[in-house]
T-cell receptor, first 112, second 114 residues
Framework: NAGVTQTPKFQVLKTGQSMTLQCAQDMNHEYMSWYRQDPGMGLRLIHYSVGAGITDQGEVPNGYNVSRSTTEDFPLRLLSAAPSQTSVYFC???????????FGPGTRLTVL | GENVEQHPSTLSVQEGDSAVIKCTYSDSASNYFPWYKQELGKRPQLIIDIRSNVGEKKDQRIAVTLNKTAKHFSLHITETQPEDSAVYFCAASISNFGNEKLTFGTGTRLTIIP
């Protein structure tokens, strides 16, 4: 099992550009989520999904979109990148909620 | 929504001594409290969790205590070792249908001094 994978590992964007952060898991987990990690602010929930076709907003959803067409994949889309979105992004999954969250390796995003 | 406060933000402990990290939460409906460890440049990993029907849980050198009345929970690490150096995050969650959100504290950077 690869667990939770994320691509890319690093990304630099210019203000106004859009992009998609990929997240996939091969553990057949129903619950998936996206967090951003900023210095001194811990992990903040962006969006989450309790199963294919179901998504909901977390604590900081503005500027981000998600969809969940399959159990395995949960991409995060940045619509129009802003410097405030410079952060490390983690995807996580769990078999049920609440339960152990398995995190991906993270994507370090810089917006210039 | 839920608010989780975590203290201290940094903690230095002599190797072999104990370390204690404390968190408070705001929503009395929260019923699941995990702790995650994040080593430098790595992903967070669960080290221990506790549910609201239990007051204490131990796993070798790690223990978590929960005081529902005061709405706080703590992580205790005994006989600390260099590999315990990391950032530790507490979290709280209400596990109701339609409200599956995990709220994290801001983290504690623990340094073990050899």
């Amino acid at each position: 099992n690869a667990g939770v994978t994320q691509t890319p590992k690093f990304q630099v964007l210019k203000t106004g550009q859009s992009m998609t952060l990929q997240c996939a898991q091969d553990m057949n987990h129903e619950y998936m989520s996206w967090y951003r990690q900023d210095p001194g602010m811990g992990l903040r929930l962006i969006h989450y999904s309790v199963g294919a076709g179901i998504t909901d907003q977390g604590e900081v959803p503005n500027g981000y979109n998600v969809s969940r067409s399959t159990t395995e994949d949960f991409p995060l889309r940045l619509l129009s990148a802003a410097p405030s979105q410079t952060s490390v992004y983690f995807c996580a999954s769990s078999s049920e909620y609440p339960d152990t969250q398995y995190f991906g390796p993270g994507t370090r995003l810089t917006v210039l | 929504g839920e608010n989780v406060e975590q203290h201290p933000s940094t903690l230095s402990v002599q190797e072999g001594d104990s370390a204690v990290i404390k968190c408070t939460y705001s929503d009395s409906a929260s019923n699941y409290f995990p702790w995650y460890k994040q080593e430098l440049g790595k992903r967070p990993q669960l080290i221990i969790d506790i549910r609201s029907n239990v007051g204490e849980k131990k796993d070798q050198r790690i223990a978590v205590t929960l005081n529902k009345t005061a709405k706080h929970f703590s992580l205790h690490i005994t006989e600390t070792q260099p590999e315990d150096s990391a950032v530790y995050f507490c979290a709280a969650s209400i596990s109701n249908f339609g409200n599956e959100k995990l709220t994290f504290g801001t983290g504690t950077r623990l340094t073990i001094i050899p």
